[in-house]
């Protein structure tokens, strides 16, 4: 429990009072889309749950669902963070506030847990700013910018703030921004989840510090055609989800992974890494069936349907 007098803003003014609350819910998200490594991200239909109450002191946290034991339970907590965070924007204060997480993200699969855990503080704390109607509350780009700043890349945090696909881009090493595509409406997208988790500090430390030049316009070419295929043709996913520029570098540590994408892709499934892995995305116009979702359990997954989601929201 803390022991700061109030929690938030240093020089607030405004201390929001007792008894506020709000539920917010955010969207997983998966990254990369194949080549738009660290610039394109899609918001999904599996969600977690955030509701903030504010006390009269201290910060307690409740978690259950997802990785309820294997996360710390006081101020540490990343979405208690993220929280705080938030009303240190607002330029407002509490005295104290409870946090009770329902977890339905998959930690670690790469999936957005830790970016949708960060989108969901920040939401919250912008709802009980919002609802106590004496500061405004925090826009979509002060929403992008503070959880990528967490994060340290706005792909998944922009696309569980803003929905639907993101296009993200960075100015310098601090300054994050993201724009929303309106998706063809033909375009359904599945996810293949395994039991085992992977860590995203170390499979990017498997990524060179420079590739050949023919690897780097290849994955121009195809992020680009990612957008028209999103956005407008969705008969090209199949070629605008190639990529050479880290899923060849990272199978290495995902060798399940990386023969459930081949294995979806010669049957002409638009199969990617999710993220950094080890979960799998595929982008199509039409369901999967019994027989992808065979294979997938041969190989330790879970086949997931799921709705391309909108982007992070009060529910009460």
């Known amino acids: 429990m803390t022991t700061h007098s109030t929690i938030g803003a240093a020089d607030a003014e405004l201390t929001l009072p007792e008894g506020l609350s709000v539920r917010v819910r955010v969207?997983?998200?998966?990254?990369n889309l194949g080549p738009g490594f660290d610039c394109l991200g899609l918001a999904l239909s599996i969600y977690d749950e955030v509701a903030v109450t504010v006390t009269d002191g201290g910060i307690t946290v409740a978690v259950s669902g997802e990785a309820a034991d294997q996360v710390p339970l006081d101020e540490r907590h990343l979405v208690a963070r993220a929280v705080v965070r938030g009303f240190e924007t607002a330029g407002v204060a509490v005295r104290g506030f409870h946090l009770e997480c329902r977890n339905a993200i998959p930690h670690s699969r790469g999936l957005g847990s830790s970016a949708a855990a960060v989108v969901g503080g920040l939401a919250a704390a912008s709802a009980l700013v919002a609802r106590d109607g004496r500061r405004p509350a925090l826009d979509d780009a002060q929403m992008?910018?503070?959880?990528?700043?967490?994060?340290?890349?706005?792909?998944?945090a922009a696309a569980s703030v803003l929905g639907s696909a993101v296009v993200t881009w960075t100015h310098g090493e601090r300054e994050f921004f993201a724009r929303r595509l309106d998706l063809h409406p033909a375009v359904v997208a599945t996810v293949f989840v395994p039991e085992v988790e992977s860590s995203t500090e170390a499979t990017r430390g498997l990524l060179p510090d420079a590739v050949p030049r023919t690897d780097a316009v290849f994955n121009v070419s195809r992020a680009a055609l990612g957008v028209v295929a999103l956005t407008a043709a969705p008969e090209c996913l199949i070629d605008a989800t190639q990529d050479r520029l880290h899923q060849e570098y990272r199978a290495q540590a995902l060798p399940e992974t990386t023969r459930l994408v081949g294995s979806l892709r010669e049957g002409g499934h638009a199969a990617t890494v999710s993220g950094a892995g080890p979960s799998v995305l595929v982008l199509g116009t039409n369901p999967l069936g019994a027989q992808e979702a065979e294979l997938a359990a041969d190989l330790g997954f879970t086949m997931i349907p799921v709705e391309v989601a909108e982007g992070v929201e009060v529910v009460s």
């Open 27 to 31: 969207p997983a998200s998966s990254a």
């Open 144 to 156: 992008v910018q503070l959880s990528s700043e967490f994060e340290g890349h706005p792909d998944n």
